[in-house]
């Protein structure tokens, strides 16, 4: 059975998206509240921030009366979608924040970058941009986006760049895409590629997103991915490719309880070989025909283990896709010769261990 594995060479460093498909749809520059110090009910849809100060957005908070300040502070700004907008990927961009932060969208985590104390790691120099689930958001309603920020010295804050509420068109036709959540458990069973087995209690998480900010920060080691979807009983009978995205690092993919794929090498007794670059790998599995059920519920479970840092399945694009889409879609970013190395992970290579 092939695998297709390959150094994915794209436009983005969080979902594999034609930048060049992207459309400004809510300009977020402007007043934004603010206040300093640390809460975690700063986050909450409903917290009333009315009494907060308002500071411009991009600009160093020490220009906008906070000089000399280091340490914690929250943004909190809020924004209404239009209804047209739901069938789109839906992008927040914050342009540059000085030095860490972590982005809630009506009460919910959807994104982080950099790592804060005690792990301390800056991310200054790394625009941010986080998708943003459908499920999160209220089309046609009022939508609260937080911000928490650390700034361990000298400027602080969103400090410069684009931000804004983007739309983006998928650069690959999918012929059908899984639900944003997934069920996710850590720890490690045979019994869990099974499609009937019962993952109900299992916790949900975002994918394609770092386990590390939902919940799991300091976990490394083997968990395990499941989600169920509907594959189109008109999709015919043609070629196809399981496209798993970015994984860190190793993975084993299980299509309705067959293995079609997998990256690096976990032994038979549970031990994983040495693990090299695998986590730059965009995953890219045949599939083999008997494997899938057209027009009925099918389960795709992904086994994952993680050596150190980051974890899980962090980057698109996922989803199925004819074999001749793949291959358009690899050809182009190929041709635009463009080799993204996720920053984070190259920095985490760098500044630590």
């Known amino acids: 059975m092939k695998a297709i594995i390959f150094f994915a060479l794209t436009a983005s460093l969080l979902f594999g998206m034609d930048a060049k498909n992207e459309k400004l749809i809510i300009d977020l520059r402007g007043n934004w509240k603010f206040e300093i110090g640390d809460n975690t009910k700063y986050a ?41 907008a739901q069938p789109k990927i839906i992008v927040l961009r914050l342009g540059f924040v000085d030095d860490v932060c972590r982005v809630y969208v009506n009460g919910n985590p959807i994104g982080e970058g950099g790592n804060f104390p005690p792990v301390y790691q800056s991310a200054y120099n790394q ?31 969103i400090v410069k760049g684009k931000v804004g509420i983007f739309e983006q068109e998928n650069d690959m036709d999918f012929v059908t895409t899984f639900p944003e959540l997934w069920k ?53 009978k043609t070629d196809l490719v399981l496209m798993l995205g970015r994984i860190d690092d190793i993975d084993e ?19 994983v070989s040495r693990i090299r670059e695998e986590y730059r790998e965009t995953r890219a599995y045949d599939i083999p025909a008997s494997t899938l059920k057209p027009g009925k519920k099918n389960v795709l479970a992904v086994r994952v283990y993680d050596n150190m840092l980051i974890g899980g399945i ?35 290579r760098i500044f630590t261990k």
């Open 44 to 84: 909450e849809q409903d917290f009333d921030d009315k009494k907060w100060s308002d500071v411009f957005v991009p600009s160093d908070w020490e220009n906008e009366g906070f000089a000399g300040y280091d340490g914690y502070a929250w943004y909190r700004k809020s924004f209404t979608l239009p209804a047209s």
């Open 127 to 157: 625009e941010q941009q986080f998708r943003i689930p459908s499920h999160y958001l209220k089309f046609g309603q009022l939508n609260i986006i937080a911000v928490r920020v650390f700034d361990e010295h000298l400027n602080g804050g």
């Open 184 to 236: 996710f458990k850590t720890g490690d069973s045979e019994l869990w590629k099974d499609p009937f087995y019962d993952d109900s209690k299992w916790q949900e998480l975002l994918v394609p997103a770092k386990w590390d900010f939902q919940g799991y920060r300091e976990f490394d080691g083997f968990a395990w991915y499941r989600v169920t979807f509907d594959f189109p009983a008109s999709a015919g």
């Open 253 to 271: 993919a299980y299509l309705n309880g067959e293995k079609i794929g997998s990256t690096g090498r976990i032994r038979s007794n549970g031990t």
């Open 314 to 348: 962090y980057e698109g694009p996922i989803g199925i896709v004819t074999a001749k889409e793949f291959r358009r879609w690899e050809r182009w970013n190929r041709n635009n010769d463009w080799e993204v190395t996720p920053v984070d992970k190259f920095f985490d």
